[in-house]
């Protein structure tokens, strides 16, 4: 993959849960997914407590997906895949946070929920914007 167009991913941060347990987490940051385009149709990877969904979605016509999620309430963030150092990934947990992390390459131990993601991506653009380095991962506008 070369680095002047690199694959674009969207990550998707939601409220829905399943587990009462999780509903300790930040309201609208209690799970997410991922979201990806061959330009013509769509797919998701969502990370269930059950399964791993792998969804195919087409439309009739040219679709914006995140653009629909966003009026629906969902927060939509559009991430550049990247290729890590060839080392493992941390051990962690495999939750929604960390499938996430591994489908656009960011490995970072002290990111484990779907608040401090959406935190660490946010600043990742920030510094972008800003024009400093920061990690291998970054997101586009």
């Keep these: 993959m070369s680095s002047a167009s ?4 969207w990550v998707v941060f939601s409220n829905q849960t399943d587990l009462p347990y ?3 987490l930040k309201k609208g940051f209690r799970h997410c997914y991922v979201l990806m385009s061959d330009g013509e149709k769509w797919f998701s990877i969502d990370p269930l407590a059950h399964m791993t969904e ?4 087409s439309f009739d016509a040219p679709f914006n997906l995140p653009l629909w999620l966003k009026s629906q309430g969902y927060t939509v963030m559009r991430v550049a895949v990247t ?17 996430v992390k591994r489908l656009i390459g960011l490995q970072s131990r002290l990111v ?23 990690g291998k991962s970054y997101i586009t506008s």
Excluded: D, S
């Design 6 to 9: 690199p694959q674009m991913a």
């Design 22 to 24: 999780l509903r300790i």
């Design 83 to 99: 290729t890590p150092a060839l080392k493992p990934a941390p051990v962690m947990l495999f939750t929604c946070v960390e499938t």
């Design 54 to 57: 792998v969804g195919f979605h």
């Design 112 to 134: 484990v929920t779907p608040w401090q993601l959406y935190r660490h991506l946010l600043k990742i653009k920030n510094n972008k914007q800003k024009g400093l380095p920061y």
